[in-house]
């Protein structure tokens, strides 16, 4: 039974159709080209795996011409297409990482997750959070790629993308930020990157399982906790026991006698003998 038969369910035109029987085919989107040198920009580029167990892959850019002890800022990329279409090599996406490296002299990991509907969300979101262990295990050494081991500071990493990839990338600030306070972010729009960043303060926790990501977060600021139930009822029993006292006291003032003299006249109290007299 041929594609012409076969039972729509959902046409996402001009891109691709899911077909009953689980079968997806991919109109457009689909376009790409291989990694290498581009003359015009003097870019090198490159595809590795990443994730084995996923087999998601990356592509990575960085200037033709470096010195051999030259460190450049790392600026991860997650490509847009509505967690469904293009890819890493799509030739849009290629061309403007090599004139974002070329222009800004950097090193860029572009992520290439994997696309629904053959792999429904969240592992798009999956994918994102294990590229950034990907790069961080680099900066710790656990890993052993020569392009981040030799060229990539990891004092200075941005996160970018597009499109409906800004969804991804939320997903993984916010775990991130339940994790520490973000020191160097880097959120994107539509209409296109904005960088922000500040120098990091410090490194997380040691023992952290985050700790490869010392270059972009710093430790939570101290918190004080509310106070408990118990705590709000014994001050509050305290302040009523504090005011008790204090009007029982004045109480007390108003119904002791004044103390004056035998002759003053706001004596109130008046011996025997003197009333006889």
């Given at each position: 039974?041929?594609?012409?038969?076969?039972e729509?369910?959902?046409?996402?035109?001009p891109?691709?159709?899911v077909y009953?029987?689980?079968?997806?085919?991919?109109?457009?989107?689909?376009e790409v080209?291989?990694?290498g040198?581009?003359?015009?920009?003097d870019?090198?580029?490159?595809?590795?795996?990443i994730?084995?167990e996923t087999?998601?892959?990356a592509r990575?850019y960085?200037?033709?011409?470096?010195?051999?002890?030259?460190?450049?800022?790392l600026?991860?990329?997650?490509?847009?297409?509505?967690f469904?279409i293009?890819?890493a090599?799509?030739?849009?996406?290629?061309n403007s990482?090599?004139?974002?490296?070329?222009?800004?002299n950097?090193?860029i990991?572009?992520?290439?997750?994997r696309?629904?509907?053959e792999?429904p969300?969240?592992?798009?979101?999956e994918?994102?959070w294990?590229?950034?262990?990907?790069?961080?295990s680099?900066?710790?050494?656990?890993?052993?790629?020569?392009?981040l081991?030799?060229?990539a500071d990891f004092d200075?990493?941005?996160?970018?993308?597009?499109?409906?990839?800004?969804m991804?990338l939320?997903?993984?600030?916010?775990?991130?930020?339940?994790?520490?306070t973000?020191?160097?972010?880097?959120?994107?729009?539509?209409?296109?990157?904005?960088?922000?960043?500040?120098?990091p303060?410090?490194?997380?926790?040691?023992?952290?399982?985050t700790?490869?990501?010392?270059?972009?977060?710093?430790?939570?600021?101290?918190?004080?906790?509310?106070?408990s139930p118990s705590?709000?009822?014994a001050?509050?029993?305290?302040?009523?026991?504090?005011?008790?006292?204090r009007?029982?006291?004045e109480?007390?003032?108003?119904?002791?006698?004044?103390?004056a003299?035998?002759?003053s006249?706001?004596?109130?109290?008046?011996?025997?003998e003197?009333g006889r007299?």
């Amino acid at each position: 039974m041929d594609s012409t038969t076969k039972e729509i369910i959902l046409d996402i035109f001009p891109y691709l159709r899911v077909y009953k029987d689980g079968t997806v085919e991919r109109l457009a989107g689909t376009e790409v080209v291989p990694a290498g040198l581009d003359p015009k920009t003097d870019v090198l580029s490159k595809d590795i795996i990443i994730v084995p167990e996923t087999n998601v892959s990356a592509r990575l850019y960085r200037p033709n011409s470096i010195n051999n002890n030259q460190k450049l800022p790392l600026l991860v990329y997650f490509h847009g297409g509505a967690f469904c279409i293009a890819s890493a090599a799509e030739p849009s996406y290629h061309n403007s990482l090599n004139q974002l490296v070329s222009k800004a002299n950097i090193i860029i990991v572009s992520v290439d997750y994997r696309l629904a509907p053959e792999h429904p969300l969240p592992a798009a979101y999956e994918d994102s959070w294990a590229a950034l262990r990907w790069v961080a295990s680099n900066a710790a050494a656990a890993e052993n790629e020569g392009w981040l081991k030799d060229h990539a500071d990891f004092d200075r990493v941005f996160l970018a993308g597009d499109s409906a990839v800004v969804m991804s990338l939320d997903t993984v600030v916010l775990f991130l930020s339940l994790l520490y306070t973000s020191m160097v972010h880097i959120l994107v729009s539509n209409k296109g990157v904005s960088v922000t960043s500040r120098p990091p303060i410090g490194p997380p926790p040691a023992t952290s399982n985050t700790s490869f990501l010392r270059p972009c977060l710093q430790p939570p600021p101290p918190t004080q906790s509310p106070p408990s139930p118990s705590h709000v009822a014994a001050a509050g029993e305290e302040e009523e026991s504090t005011c008790s006292r204090r009007t029982g006291e004045e109480e007390r003032k108003k119904l002791m006698p004044v103390a004056a003299g035998p002759t003053s006249p706001s004596q109130p109290c008046r011996s025997a003998e003197e009333g006889r007299r």
